[in-house]
Nanobody
Framework: QLMESGGGLVQPGGSIRLSCALPTSGFREQSTAWYRQAPGKQRELVAGITWNGLDTYFADSVKDRFTISRDNNQNSVWLQMNNLKAEDTAVYYC????????????????WGPGAQVTISS
């Protein structure tokens, strides 16, 4: 199971960094994605990164505000979220895909508990 951390309450315009701990070294060879689910909405893909970190994907809604990075030696993937808006409020999840682009295959389903991010003044 993947494990997310780093969520919290942030003011509009603020920043926060989420961490995703990959459970085993085998996950280092997979693309990793961040999803989010806002209350009453479906889970949506936010960002992704290839296993080697050479290519990334961002949804239009977060492009130029979020960055994604990884360190396979630490079995970790991070989502840096800047200039946060109220509509970024959601539970954020990470997951792995055995392909790239991410749309070519579904997430493997190792959903963790997620990290709650709330944007409010």
């Amino acid at each position: 199971q993947l494990m997310e951390s780093g969520g919290g309450l942030v003011q509009p315009g603020g920043s926060i960094r989420l961490s995703c701990a990959l459970p085993t070294s085998g996950f280092r060879e997979q693309s990793t994605a961040w999803y989010r689910q806002a209350p009453g909405k479906q889970r949506e893909l936010v960002a992704g990164i290839t296993w080697n970190g050479l290519d990334t994907y961002f949804a239009d809604s977060v492009k130029d505000r979020f960055t994604i990075s990884r360190d396979n030696n630490q079995n970790s993937v991070w989502l840096q979220m800047n200039n946060l808006k109220a509509e970024d409020t959601a539970v954020y999840y990470c997951n792995v895909h055995p392909c790239w682009p991410l749309r070519m295959c579904p997430a493997l389903g190792y959903w963790g508990p997620g990290a709650q991010v709330t944007i409010s003044s």
